[in-house]
């Protein structure tokens, strides 16, 4: 059986003071619970975090990635060096990297290889707009997407990796996909790895994101193929955070 996981992802959100307090609430609390947890702090923060998550449990990830290793591109973070400040995730192809900052699939997907060669494991989000829903393509939004990778690295790199459906819709709008829309999506993105690699696709985990609460948790994470939830707003209230954990525990 999978085993849940619960990832927070604060964006571009938090202070040394804020971060304090969040961190030591959660990994207080995290003794209690079934499900793995890990946060996603902005960089600056990661050596932070390392320090007041040491030996809580709590994993600890990146927001995103160079594609790079190493040398003249001014102002990227590689892939080693969140390896070295204690990342185990990292996330990659968030919607806001792919809207706002022009992140292609090809792009994508050349993080994700630089990513599992220095040892993380990447956290792959896909997902439709609104417009592409209404208009009936969100499957082959979402297939296309997750192909670029599968193209590139071959479906044993999902053996390492986390895939988050996150509908563009969904995110930071109050706007949930219902159980059964977010499991019609998650089924079929583990049928496409399915094809290949029967073995992989029933181990992959599979978050859903967009608006999850704790009002709104237990429900997602109880369809058959929803493995947890990459949480955002609700990431920053270590008290909604929890209550998220609990749903998955
Ligand atoms: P949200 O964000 O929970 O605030 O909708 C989710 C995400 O962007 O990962």
Redesign the pocket.
Known sequence: MRKKLVAG?WKMNGSLRQNEVLLSDISAAVPGLTCEVAVFPPYPYLAQSQLALAGSGVALGAQSVSEYTQGAFTGEVSASMLAEFGCRYVLLG?SERRGLFGETDAVVAAKFEAAQKAGLIPVLCLGETLAERESGSTMAVVARQLSSVLDRSGVGAMVSAVVAY?PVW???TGMTASPAQAQEVHAAIRAQVAVLDAGVAEGLCILY????KPQNAEELFGQADIDGG?????ALVADDFLKICLAAS
């Not at 990459?230 to 609700?234: E, F, N, S, T, Y």
Request: aromatic share 0%; no cysteine; glycine share 34%.
């Open positions: 992802n968030h996150e969904a995110i930071g994101g967009g608006s999850v990459l949480i955002g707003g609700a």
